[in-house]
Nanobody, 115 residues
């Protein structure tokens, strides 16, 4: 089993920044992908950004140029630096880890951007 613990959410004004962290523990394998997804009220969960253990990244068009995903393989931690936040970024952000063809999810952290 893999446990994911997220932190860093909160309330910020439009144009502000936040940094999310997600630490993985448990049965860790070096070949994996980690990512961030978000779900706004009344909407489906959507991809924000992913990063493979090789460092290859992928971003949703809506966050390109504003968000940066990174990871520390020694700490089994993935980060999401969010800049120039907009009210439409308001959502619960979830961390996801994929390894051995299994998906693991964190509990989610709320990000609220006020206008």
């Amino acid at each position: 089993q893999v446990q994911l613990v997220e932190s860093g959410g909160g309330l910020v004004q439009t144009g502000g920044s936040l940094r999310l962290s997600c630490a993985a523990s448990g049965r860790i394998f070096s070949i994996n992908a980690m990512g961030w997804y978000r779900q706004a009220p009344g909407k489906q969960r959507e991809l924000v950004a992913t990063i493979a253990n090789t460092g290859i990244t992928n971003y949703a068009d809506s966050v390109k140029g504003r968000f940066t995903i990174s990871r520390d393989n020694e700490k089994n931690t993935v980060y999401l630096q969010m800049n120039s936040l907009k009210p439409e970024d308001t959502a619960v952000y979830y961390c996801r880890r994929t390894q051995e063809r299994k998906d693991y999810w964190g509990q989610g952290t709320q990000v609220t951007v006020s206008s």
